[in-house]
């Protein structure tokens, strides 16, 4: 790790510790919300629609993951997560951004979902390093 944030110079840790100062200053004001009517059912092969829209306000789509999580509760009524799915982002007009994605539920029975976006940039030492998340 040391050496990629001190490689050119320091360059990568510069970009890092830019980033993180946009992150940081943005964060407080991202938004989302559903487009898409939710589900409450749906039969096995059948997908599952989500379109998500965001305010970013300054970040750019490439600055944040959104993401589904889908899994079960156990006994105790606890989330296991069984699978995550990226939405994509497909509209970004420079105040909204469109991320979207067709589930196909994998797992047989009752299931769960879950939307989160969180801020990430590929030289994180870990993906959740900056403490941010909305869950939808």
């Known amino acids: 790790r040391h050496r990629i944030l001190c490689a050119d110079n320091g360059s990568p840790a510069k970009e890092l510790s830019q980033w993180k100062k946009k992150i940081t200053q943005c964060w407080s004001n991202v938004k989302i919300h559903r487009l898409d009517d939710e ?33 079960t509760d156990d006994e105790h009524q606890e989330f296991i997560t069984h699978s995550a799915h990226k ?6 007009d420079g105040h909204e951004a469109i991320f979207q994605t067709d589930l196909h539920p994998t797992l047989p029975g009752l299931q ?14 870990h993906p959740f390093e900056m403490g941010f998340m909305i869950w939808l």
């Open 39 to 71: 589900l409450t059912e749906i039969l096995a092969g059948e997908s599952l629609p989500i379109r998500i829209s965001t305010t970013l306000n300054g970040l750019d789509t490439t600055d944040v993951i959104m993401e589904c999580l889908v899994g």
């Open 87 to 92: 939405l994509t982002s497909v509209n970004n």
């Open 112 to 125: 769960y979902y879950k939307i989160r976006i969180y801020p990430y940039h590929k030289l994180l030492s």
